[in-house]
């Protein structure tokens, strides 16, 4: 395949707003693959129910995910949404095997990886398990960035280190909104694909045990989280998800409405109403 050729076959819907690619996981890969080979400064979020929540209350966070060049259903209810509008095949193109799956492909076609987000401890784990797993894999550094805002100087030095480390795929683990905004900022800086996966960083170093496939299978690995951390993670799941099966519902009725329109049948005349 050559590089670009697959860049003209983009897919998107809309789910609430917010534009979320429609493909399999071989033409997330290739896509991913063909911009890492020729260094391109690209930007892929993955996209959990969360994330379009907060596109809907956040305009800021709303034109970050537009200005992506690949949005991936990470969540199983905006999975199963793209289902719903005709790709019948929609997998749950999540970050943390996404992760796993291009570390494995980089393991093998030699490209390098850069690790940013986390802490260092966490940090640590993480190369450790990625190496174990996949021996061929190169990394080519990794960056745990303070709890706080950057400042530019902070910020141009992380750029020139990652650019001059020849990593093509830099992983963003910061969580959501931040890893959008800091994908966003450096989006034609950064000479490689960004790719931000949320909690990714903690499920493959093992600070965070991740679900059971069942569950992962049947859109419940939002439950099993919400009860490793209730507290922290209750607003977060409930209300969001709450907040997308209402506007969702909405929406139905509102495509519904439009399609009976005009020549709405009249149940008790059995004629067109007026």
């Given at each position: 395949?050559?590089?670009?050729?697959?860049?003209?076959?983009?897919?998107?819907?809309?789910?609430?707003?917010?534009?979320?690619?429609?493909?399999?996981?071989?033409?997330?890969?290739?896509?991913?693959?063909?911009?890492?080979?020729?260094?391109?400064?690209?930007?892929?979020?993955?996209?959990?129910?969360?994330?379009?929540?907060?596109?809907?209350?956040?305009?800021?966070?709303?034109?970050?995910?537009?200005?992506?060049?690949?949005?991936?259903?990470?969540?199983?209810?905006?999975?199963?949404?793209?289902?719903?509008?005709?790709?019948?095949?929609?997998?749950?193109?999540?970050?943390?095997?996404?992760?796993?799956?291009?570390?494995?492909r980089?393991?093998?076609?030699?490209?390098?990886?850069?690790?940013?987000?986390?802490?260092?401890?966490?940090?640590?784990?993480?190369?450790?398990?990625?190496?174990?797993?996949?021996?061929?894999?190169?990394?080519?550094?990794?960056?745990?960035?303070?709890?706080?805002?950057?400042?530019?100087?902070?910020?141009?030095?992380?750029?020139?280190?990652?650019?001059?480390?020849?990593?093509?795929?830099?992983?963003?683990?910061?969580?959501?909104?931040?890893?959008?905004?800091?994908?966003?900022a450096?989006?034609?800086?950064?000479?490689?694909?960004?790719?931000?996966?949320?909690?990714?960083?903690?499920?493959?170093?093992?600070?965070?045990?991740?679900?059971?496939?069942w569950?992962?299978?049947?859109?419940?690995?939002?439950?099993?989280?919400?009860?490793?951390?209730?507290?922290?993670?209750a607003?977060?799941?409930?209300?969001?998800?709450?907040?997308?099966?209402?506007?969702?519902?909405?929406?139905?009725?509102?495509?519904?409405?439009?399609?009976?329109?005009?020549?709405?049948?009249?149940k008790?005349?059995?004629?067109?109403?007026?």
């Amino acid at each position: 395949m050559e590089a670009g050729q697959v860049l003209e076959r983009r897919t998107v819907e809309s789910v609430l707003g917010v534009s979320v690619d429609a493909m399999s996981w071989d033409e997330a890969g290739d896509r991913i693959f063909s911009w890492a080979a020729n260094r391109e400064s690209r930007v892929v979020c993955v996209c959990s129910v969360h994330s379009i929540v907060t596109a809907r209350q956040d305009k800021a966070h709303g034109h970050r995910l537009q200005a992506a060049d690949m949005v991936t259903p990470d969540g199983a209810p905006v999975a199963w949404t793209l289902r719903r509008k005709g790709h019948v095949a929609q997998d749950r193109i999540n970050g943390p095997d996404l992760m796993m799956k291009c570390c494995q492909r980089a393991a093998e076609t030699g490209e390098k990886i850069f690790l940013y987000g986390g802490s260092f401890s966490t940090l640590q784990q993480l190369e450790k398990a990625l190496l174990t797993r996949f021996p061929g894999l190169q990394i080519a550094g990794a960056i745990s960035p303070p709890f706080r805002e950057l400042t530019e100087d902070e910020n141009a030095a992380i750029v020139e280190q990652i650019n001059d480390s020849g990593a093509s795929i830099v992983w963003v683990g910061l969580g959501c909104p931040k890893q959008e905004i800091w994908m966003h900022a450096n989006r034609g800086r950064i000479n490689a694909v960004i790719i931000g996966v949320g909690a990714a960083f903690d499920f493959h170093s093992g600070a965070i045990k991740r679900a059971p496939l069942w569950m992962q299978r049947n859109g419940l690995e939002w439950l099993y989280r919400l009860s490793q951390d209730p507290r922290r993670l209750a607003g977060r799941y409930l209300v969001t998800n709450s907040i997308f099966v209402w506007a969702t519902l909405q929406e139905m009725m509102l495509s519904k409405g439009r399609a009976r329109k005009p020549g709405r049948i009249s149940k008790s005349a059995g004629q067109l109403d007026q």
